[in-house]
């Protein structure tokens, strides 16, 4: 099956400052890329996602890229605000089954 | 439209006990699914369905059984509880399979002893 690693599993940053967060997959069948956001016991949210036909997409501060070939595809924030604080899963999809990531928990400092 | 709703809310259960987990949504999504949340684990695929009457397991599908028998509704049922069962437990759909944007309900947190 699929298998999906993310990278780094906490991440500190500045207020304004950029944040990265990197996430490979194993499955070539794969073809979709979720991002969730998910804030201290809520549910997760999607904030941005790309399909494997699209290199890159961005949404206002977020943008998402992905290159199949190396099979990776990351998350990008930029002037990071308090209220990105929380736990972002990415996740790959075969159109059937979803694998997520482990999470990364992003804490943005004021 | 109230989304994704789950219920109960939290659940303690003894061991061997079962039980059922309540989702419905009324968005008229075809695939919907179960998730397991565990610390440091993400969320894993217990069973999904891409339509009524059409169910199929995902990564962790041991000791949970799931039906279909309406677009609306997608029981999960415990047949036995396990401690390792303990979990939060997401419910989740979109319009349809392949790419589409999952919504997630509230979740429920079961705790078995």
Request: net charge neutral.
């Amino acid at each position: 099956g699929e298998n999906v690693e993310q990278h780094p599993s906490t991440l500190s940053v500045q207020e304004g400052d950029s944040a990265v967060i990197k996430c490979t997959y194993s499955d070539s069948a794969s073809n979709y890329f979720p991002w969730y956001k998910q804030e201290l016991g809520k549910r997760p949210q999607l904030i941005i996602d790309i399909r494997s036909n699209v290199g890159e997409k961005k949404d206002q501060r977020i943008a998402v890229t992905l290159n199949k070939t190396a099979k990776h595809f990351s998350l990008h924030i930029t002037e990071t605000q308090p209220e990105d604080s929380a736990v972002y899963f990415c996740a790959a999809s075969n159109g059937n089954q979803f694998y997520f990531g482990t999470g990364t928990s992003l804490t943005v400092i004021p | 439209n109230a989304g994704v709703t789950q219920t109960p809310k939290f659940q303690v259960l003894k061991t061997g006990q079962s039980m059922t987990l309540q989702c419905a949504q009324d968005m008229n999504h075809e695939y919907m699914s179960w998730y397991r949340q565990d610390p440091g684990m993400g969320l894993r695929l217990i069973h999904y369905s891409v339509g009524a009457g059409i169910t199929d397991q995902g990564e962790v599908p041991n000791g949970y059984n799931v039906s279909r028998s309406t677009t609306e509704d997608f029981p999960l049922r415990l047949l036995s509880a396990a401690p390792s069962q303990t979990s939060v437990y997401f419910c989740a759909s979109s319009y349809r399979r392949g790419g589409e944007t999952q919504y997630f309900g509230p979740g429920t947190r079961l705790l078995v002893l």
